[in-house]
């Protein structure tokens, strides 16, 4: 088990606020892009008061878990949870209830780690499901004119709170504008998963793709043009490629720039989603297979990790990719429940491709090439909104043309 559970992409979308007193019991969740600093505030490599330790920590919607090795072998759990919450609290800070676990934490480690989460909760945010599913960032508190690598500070927090806003109205260049802006002051927090969902809005093709590789090719040292360059190129190969010929070229395009912006990405999941999908799609197996378990360990709670990794999975473990198209759906309906935007056609899409494979798995239907195909239908993309949804809530591959069959020698040839 991973040291650290990461929570999803999805949930950077999502509204995030403080109670306004402190009986309210609004269900708050956590946000992706904050790992980093959660470690950090439970104990990171620090030697903690009677002689502990963090040994680990998970992250579970609204609670965080750490758990600490102290001297003598004893073993102790503390819970971190939204200040709102009371019961059972050892100690509370700006943005946490700290309460017992599992064990008997003496007084001194609760007091240091209040003390840690205080120095370093102004980066810290919450989200909160909002009734109108059109959800908006705020800062939970306060935050200090510098924060944490992976918080962002009060100003950058409203900018989000602004760009999503364009982005629910469908002003997606201009969100796109200004989410690009942000992510050049700080790239973490949720902020290139929304680069990411107002890029894929704009519905770039093969001649946009190539404008933002120029921009890349211009400015070699800028990791976000290289960034974009690679999710342009590979958008515009799975939604706009008139042919297998040029979507092999795009795909191609698309990892050449998402390659220059690691390692200075390493810790966004769909960096290594669109390294992995692209490598599959060229027929490189090995290699796809190695990049999405990267993309899993950073998004566990990212329906869209086991989404690409059952399409990379398809001809080699096909009980597997069956199995994440399972977690796909699980998590999905989970994330929604809490607030995240979802698209319902996306969800039956998916539920149609698991009915496919079982089929294949009964040997009633040959394993096609669903996941990516080449259809003119994939250029008439309808309502850039719809497909930015698709992107930003629970599909990032998204849009899969329905009924359209590739046969699984052409998969073969192409992975020869």
Request: hydrophobic share 40%.
């Amino acid at each position: 088990m991973a040291r650290l559970s990461l929570a999803s992409t999805l949930l950077a979308a999502l509204a995030f606020t403080l109670p306004a007193a402190a009986d309210d019991r609004t269900a708050y969740a956590i946000p992706p892009g904050q790992e980093k600093l959660v470690l950090a505030m439970c104990g990171g490599e620090d030697a903690l008061p009677g002689g502990c330790k963090l040994a680990g920590a998970s992250i579970d919607k609204s609670v965080i878990v750490a758990r600490y090795s102290c001297k003598g072998g004893a073993e102790h759990a503390l819970e971190l949870r939204h200040v709102s919450v009371k019961e059972g609290a050892l100690a509370t800070t700006a943005a946490f209830s700290i309460a017992r676990k599992e064990g008997a934490p003496e007084t001194d480690l609760v007091e240091a780690l209040a003390v840690r989460i205080r120095k370093q909760e102004g980066g810290f945010r919450w989200v909160e499901p909002q009734p109108s599913n059109v959800e908006a960032p705020t800062t939970p508190a306060p935050a200090p004119a510098e924060t944490a690598k992976g918080g962002l500070t009060q100003e950058q927090s409203e900018r989000y709170k602004q760009g999503f806003s364009l982005y629910a109205a469908g002003n997606h260049r201009e969100a796109l504008r200004l989410f690009t802006e942000l992510a050049r002051q700080n790239p973490h927090g949720g902020v290139l998963g929304m680069v990411v969902a107002t890029l894929a809005a704009t519905a770039p093709d093969p001649e946009t793709a190539a404008d933002y590789g120029r921009r890349a090719d211009e400015a070699p040292g800028d990791t976000l043009a290289q960034f974009m360059a690679g999710v342009a190129a590979h958008y515009a190969a799975h939604q706009r490629a008139g042919s297998r010929e040029q979507k092999d070229a795009l795909y191609t395009t698309a990892l050449r720039y998402l390659e220059r912006a690691s390692p200075a990405y390493d810790f966004e999941p769909r960096l290594f989603i669109y390294l992995a999908v692209s490598h599959f799609r060229l027929g490189h197996q090995p290699e796809a297979e190695r990049l999405i378990e990267s993309a899993v360990a950073l998004g566990s709670r990212d329906p869209d990790v086991f989404y690409c990794r059952a399409e990379i999975f398809q001809h080699v473990d096909l009980q597997r990719s069956l199995k994440d198209l399972d977690t796909y759906l699980a998590l999905s309906e989970e994330l929604q429940k809490q607030g995240a935007i979802g698209s319902p056609n996306k969800r039956a899409r998916v539920l149609r491709m698991r009915e496919h494979l079982i089929a294949v798995s009964r040997g009633e239907a040959a394993a096609d090439e669903i996941f990516d195909p080449v259809s003119p239908s994939l250029r008439v993309l309808g309502s850039p909104r719809l497909f930015g949804l698709g992107v930003l809530g629970v599909g990032a591959m998204g849009w899969i043309a329905t009924g359209i069959a590739r046969s699984v020698a052409r998969r073969r040839r192409r992975a020869a």
